[in-house]
């Protein structure tokens, strides 16, 4: 079996629909934010998701169908990981093409956790009136998963997008209990504990991986603060008040990030919000 499967060959039946990355980010409404507002320049900018906003169920319905198909593809990617790399033959093996048979154990475990989350999502979406399809895909999440270094690997996907997943499924739970939906509310709440787990190990094979190598750590961390920041949604994942996507801290801390590390977050998702509201005006 090959190694390193392209993006374009994932198995999907007729009723997804695939954009690319740049189709993904030059649709103007996905820079808006979820929730707008129009500032005193006509600006639109964010506000938090509560149940009183008019289009609170679409972004809801969009949001989870967005981490429907990213629960697809982290298992896809997980699986891969599994696959793609030969087992390191003694502790300590540094080598980029070996990983240790614990981590291929993790990513297995994550194969596991994302295929329920898969059937999660499929009854969740079912519940909120969505249609598998009804949205788009972009194969973001998969591609990270196919650089041919595990250590980045784990960063893009396990700390950067699945640490994103954290922030959304922490948000839709309060939503979720907000407006009285007890499916909502239980789904967000199971899945969010097991992304816990997913990003912890990314924090922690990142660590180790890395230790007698700062130039690779570097690199994964770079990879990292690209992807952090391209998926903060124009700032729309955020620490702010208003932010609709509040950046977890708890959680974050309890998924092996330091507070240095959510600030830094914090400040690259200010800046991407700059940057959106500076092109609008
Ligand atoms: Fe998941
Ligand atoms: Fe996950």
Not at 37 to 50: H, N, P, V, Y
Not at 64 to 89: K, N, P, S, Y
Not at 108 to 135: N, P, Y
Request: with cysteine.
């Amino acid at each position: 079996m090959r190694k390193i499967f392209p993006a374009e060959e994932l198995a999907r039946d007729s009723r997804f629909s695939r954009i690319s990355n740049e189709e993904r980010f030059q649709d103007p409404r996905g820079q808006r934010g979820i929730g707008g507002r129009t500032d005193e320049k006509g600006r639109r900018g964010q506000a938090r998701l509560t149940p009183d906003l008019p289009e609170a169920p679409d972004a809801a319905r969009s949001l989870m169908h967005g981490i429907f198909v990213g629960e697809i593809q982290a298992l896809e990617g997980a699986g891969r990981t599994c696959w793609d790399f030969e087992t390191a033959t003694r502790s300590g093996d540094a080598a980029i093409e070996a990983v240790p048979f614990e981590l291929k154990l993790d990513m297995a475990r994550q194969c596991w956790d994302e295929a329920r989350h898969c059937e999660i999502s499929v009854k969740l979406s079912e519940w909120m009136g969505t249609e598998i399809g009804e949205f788009t895909e972009n194969p973001f999440l998969y591609q990270a998963a196919c650089n041919p270094d595990p250590v980045l690997r784990l960063t893009g996907v396990n700390r950067a997008l699945e640490g994103l997943a954290i922030d959304v499924f922490n948000t839709m739970r309060d939503f979720g209990d907000v407006a009285g939906d007890p499916v909502l509310e239980f789904c967000e709440d199971w899945m969010l504990a097991d992304e816990v787990t997913h990003v912890k190990m990314g924090s922690d094979w990142l660590r180790r991986l890395t230790e007698s190598d700062p130039e690779r750590r570097t690199r994964a961390l770079e990879f990292q603060r690209i992807v952090d920041k391209l998926f903060s949604f124009g700032g729309a994942r955020g620490d702010e008040e208003d932010s609709p996507l509040r950046l977890a801290r708890r959680f974050r801390e309890l998924a092996g990030f330091t507070e240095t590390e959510v600030d830094e977050i914090a400040a690259l998702s200010r800046e991407a919000r700059d940057e959106m509201l500076a092109q609008q005006s």
